[in-house]
């Protein structure tokens, strides 16, 4: 086989191939998670009844879903309502595509890296990319052609696109100590520095997360699809695969959140304290751990503050998570972006 | 450009994944027509008027302005933070001046109760 063929296409393909398969199948089992550990907070045992301990219950719910009726309302706009669970996932999915799983290791002779490409404006690109799922929602929302539905569409769209700024603002607080786009660089300068940028930019984090919380439309900012006002918001008309696609969507995007957060301030693959404590990871007892599972280790951890987060904040009003983004997060990240632009200025910040 | 081969490759199979769903969805799925069913939801009174023709508030205009002008400086920063190192003081008193620019007019804003929801 022609070398370029091999790297431009059947490499990719296989690793496409995995992601995809990891994400979705992240994403489905996310949900079974959830009610598991949502029943556990209430004291209650949650899916039991699909398989041992009902592990197969995701499995269950897809195939329900997958045969279920597809209702289009009449006075839908058809080709509209159809793109609105496209649009919504495949920004999800794309994210993945510049997300640093580990560190690249050599197998017999080559280079092999565990994710798909590394692109020097990879930040950037998931920032563009994954605002392209608002278009999913507001339009899904306006092609249902019901008022519920409309009325979720914009309130999820005015939170989006109002959560997107102090997000924005505390990523670039990251990058002011990174000075790369790129995620694996801004990985490789938390190693270098040997610390995780969570420390200097702790208040960067919190914001960020939050915001991540409202940008996935979870609690306690789920407003768009609050059930006792909205039925469902934006997705009140889907039903069958349609449905399937904006809660696949909302799931991956969580752990999209996760994997970025992970990424910008926990040190994507790399072990508490690196260098500090480099003999100890370096030891007999724990070297055989891989990067990855750090990584996963980390993102599983965020997923379950999502978790946490429902079972325990009830929701927001509308006016006060507006107020939160626009008066609190804008004001706090510009300020925390110019304190940690003058600490990088004067003591050299995070080397 | 070479690292933005595979991305390209990633956009046809995302795209391709959820149309391929619907098309084996649609060869499996049950489904019986029925006028009622077809109706949009409304808790089960009869429609009285078109959602398109509802009239929603200017403020999701105004939050939909100060995005986009928010948003744009949010742009400006990434270049900037990428060469702050480099640009040491110089960048930023200059980023200094245009985020005091900035926090005039989100003053302005705030003062003039554009922030505010209710």
């Not at chain 1, 889907?238 to 996760?258: D, P, R, T, W």
């Not at chain 1, 404590?277 to 993102?299: D, H, Q, T």
């Not at chain 1, 946490?308 to 626009?326: I, K």
């Not at chain 2, 649609?26 to 429609?47: F, H, Q, S, T």
Request: hydrophobic share 55%; with cysteine.
């Amino acid at each position: 086989m022609p070398a370029p063929l091999m790297t431009y296409l059947v490499i990719p393909l296989v690793k496409i191939v995995v992601i995809l398969a990891v994400v979705i199948l992240l994403a489905a089992y996310m949900s079974y998670f959830e009610r598991k550990v949502l029943a556990y907070m209430q004291i209650r045992i949650g899916p039991n009844r699909v398989g041992p301990r009902g592990w197969l219950q995701p499995i269950a719910d897809a195939l329900k879903l997958l045969v279920k009726e597809d209702i289009v309302p009449s006075r839908a706009e058809k080709l509209v309502y159809f793109l609105g669970p496209v649009l919504v996932v495949v920004p999800a999915l794309l994210v993945f595509s510049v997300i640093p799983f580990g560190p690249a290791f050599k197998v017999a002779g080559h280079v092999v890296t565990p994710y798909l490409t590394d692109v020097n404006i990879g930040i950037l690109f998931i920032l563009a990319v994954s605002s392209i799922g608002v278009y999913g929602v507001i339009l899904g929302g306006w092609a249902s052609n019901n008022k519920y539905s409309m009325m979720g569409g914009l309130r999820s769209a005015a939170q989006l696109v109002s959560y997107e700024v102090p997000m924005g603002l505390s990523v670039v607080t990251v990058l002011l100590m990174a000075n790369s786009l790129s995620l694996v660089k801004i990985v490789e300068a938390q190693q270098r520095s040997g610390v995780w940028y969570v420390f200097p930019g702790f208040i960067a984090f919190f914001i960020y997360f939050v915001c991540g919380v409202a940008e996935t439309n979870r609690n306690p900012f789920d407003l768009p699809e609050a059930e006792s006002e909205l039925v469902a918001g934006f997705h009140t008309e889907y039903s069958g695969m349609k449905f399937a696609f904006y809660f696949l969507a909302e799931y991956a995007n969580m752990v999209v959140i996760s994997s970025i957060a992970t990424v910008l301030f926990l040190g994507g693959w790399l072990p508490p304290f690196p260098n500090a404590l480099a003999a100890l990871w370096a030891s007999p007892a724990l070297a055989w751990i891989p990067p990855v599972a750090w990584f996963v280790l980390k993102m599983a951890a965020f997923l379950f503050v999502y978790i946490w987060f429902r079972g325990t904040f009830p929701r927001y009003r509308f006016d006060q998570l507006m107020a939160l983004g626009w008066k609190v997060f804008i004001p706090v990240s510009l300020v925390n972006l110019m304190a940690v632009g003058l600490g990088v200025l004067l003591i050299g910040g995070p080397r | 450009m070479n690292a933005y081969i595979p991305v390209l490759l990633f956009v046809v199979i995302a795209v391709a994944f959820p149309l391929v769903t619907f098309v084996f969805a649609w060869l499996v799925r049950a489904g019986r027509y029925d006028p009622i069913k077809v109706e949009p939801y409304e808790c089960g009174n009869p429609i009285t008027s078109e959602a398109h023709d509802y009239r929603f508030s200017v403020r999701y205009y105004l939050i939909a302005v100060l995005f986009v002008v928010f948003d744009v400086e949010t742009v400006f920063l990434f270049p900037w933070a990428v060469m702050f190192r480099k640009l040491a003081l110089f960048g930023f008193v200059e980023m200094l001046v245009f985020i005091g620019i900035l926090v005039v007019g989100y003053v302005y804003a705030w003062r003039r109760g554009a922030l505010q929801w209710v």
